[in-house]
């Protein structure tokens, strides 16, 4: 038992030995050792700054497809093909869309719904202190925060008595309550929708920020109940097309439809669109699910983080020839040192492992700088670019990792060749 602790401590101190000697040696030559772990720094610089813009990228675009609901189904109007704008004075109408018996039939006959939520944009002018704000209307009902996964900030959203008694109130985003009121509070006072006042009764936000039917920023819409909105301002709602003398009519702009559950979309889907082209003729909507999105995009990012990891490693890769072409002619350098160390008793498992140690260090230093360069470079894009970056433990020790594999399988064969060298020719030579 004594001979077996000998003999470790033996062993732990001709590594230590070994590992101060590689040190040695690469700090006599400080310049060309930096110089050969560039390739090994940029390498895991770029790895790890990849994977977490891709990871950051992913999370974001994930997220919002998810706040539209992997429940729902989506349904919008959109202009059907082969209708052409016109340039005369008249203005032409174009009538397109989904309809209110569109909703309720959906309503009515399909099974599994839990609920239908219209969506649609009034073309009215907003007043606020007697001046004229270009901000857009939204007419929707009392599901509309469950079904977009919105919240509430402020006050609250519409009820069912707001609903089934045509109230005049109404719901700000928060940027267009910042351009209404700026930071005074809001809440009980009043704004003019065309020449109707509606009562401010809450704040929404949408921390996702998705886009609205209209592609737009959702916190920067005024909210009212759909009801109050077809009393108030009538069923159908036409806008003027800019810059072309054509105007659109259309019900509504879209309908979120959620089902009871995941399980149900691809069915309720299927469905959807028969009925669709059974009732209109002509293409005027599109269906969008957000379930199917979700896994096309999952796989997308699968894809695009493979293909950056691989570029990353070969940046690796290259690394790690430089490494070894570096170590082939250091051997050559040090073939005097090498005889004279296999003279004094050396054997060739020590020069072997005194070479490769060399090699280890050279990458798993070149690793540490190259770790703390790639989280710079990473936080760089989110103060510059302001683009959400995710620095994953598992990207800097699978780095780590790497770097070290790397300088094992690069510095073998320098290492073997070292302590192949025949100890005589090694004294002779110059």
């Not at 590689?22 to 090994?40: D, F, P, Q, V, Y």
């Not at 950051?56 to 539209?68: D, V, W, Y």
Request: hydrophobic share 45%.
């Amino acid at each position: 038992m004594v001979a077996a602790g000998f003999s470790l401590r033996r062993k732990t101190m001709d590594l230590t030995f070994t590992v101060k000697l590689a040190l040695e040696n690469l700090s006599l030559h400080k310049l060309r050792s930096l110089l050969t772990m560039l390739g090994i720094i940029f390498g895991v610089a770029a790895l790890i700054s990849m994977l977490s813009i891709a990871a950051g990228a992913e999370k974001k675009t994930l997220e919002q497809i998810k706040t539209l609901g992997i429940e729902n189904i989506i349904l919008k109007s959109i202009k059907p093909l082969g209708i052409k704008k016109t340039t005369n004075r008249d203005v032409e109408n174009i009538v397109y869309g989904i309809k209110r018996k569109d909703m309720n039939s959906i309503k009515e006959v399909f099974s599994k719904v839990k609920m239908v939520v219209p969506i649609k944009e009034l073309n009215q002018q907003i007043y606020s202190n007697f001046q004229k704000k270009d901000i857009k209307v939204i007419a929707t009902t009392m599901d509309y925060l469950e079904a977009t996964k919105s919240k509430i900030e402020k006050g609250r959203f519409f009820n069912n008595i707001d609903t089934t008694q045509n109230k005049r109130v109404c719901v700000l985003g928060t940027k267009a309550k910042q351009q209404l009121f700026s930071y005074r509070v809001c809440l009980g006072e009043y704004i003019k929708i065309s020449k109707i006042w509606f009562k401010v009764i809450g704040i929404f936000e949408n921390t996702a920020d998705t886009k609205s039917a209209t592609g737009n920023d959702s916190n920067n819409y005024i909210y009212i109940p759909y009801s109050t909105a077809i009393v108030n301002f009538g069923d159908r709602y036409t806008k003027q097309e800019s810059g072309v003398s054509e105007s659109s009519t259309i019900e509504i702009d879209q309908l979120y439809i959620t089902m009871q559950s995941s399980d149900y979309i691809e069915a309720a889907a299927d469905r959807l669109k028969s009925y669709m082209q059974k009732i209109h003729k002509k293409t005027d909507y599109e269906i969008v699910i957000p379930l199917d999105l979700l896994r096309q995009k999952e796989a997308t990012q699968r894809t695009f983080s493979i293909v950056m990891a691989t570029i990353a490693g070969i940046s690796l890769l290259v690394g790690g020839i430089g490494i070894m072409n570096i170590m082939l002619a250091n051997i050559y350098e040090r073939t005097k040192e090498i005889g004279t160390r296999r003279a004094l008793g050396a054997k060739k498992t020590d020069v072997l492992i005194q070479f490769l140690t060399e090699a280890i260090l050279l990458t798993n230093v070149g690793g540490i700088i190259g770790i703390f360069l790639g989280v710079g470079i990473a936080y760089l894009v989110v103060f510059y670019a302001k683009w959400p970056v995710i620095i994953q433990p598992y990207s800097i020790i699978l780095s780590f990792l790497i770097s070290g594999i790397i300088g094992i399988v690069f510095g073998t064969y320098p290492a073997y060749k070292a302590a192949n060298l025949n100890p005589i020719d090694a004294l002779r030579s110059e």
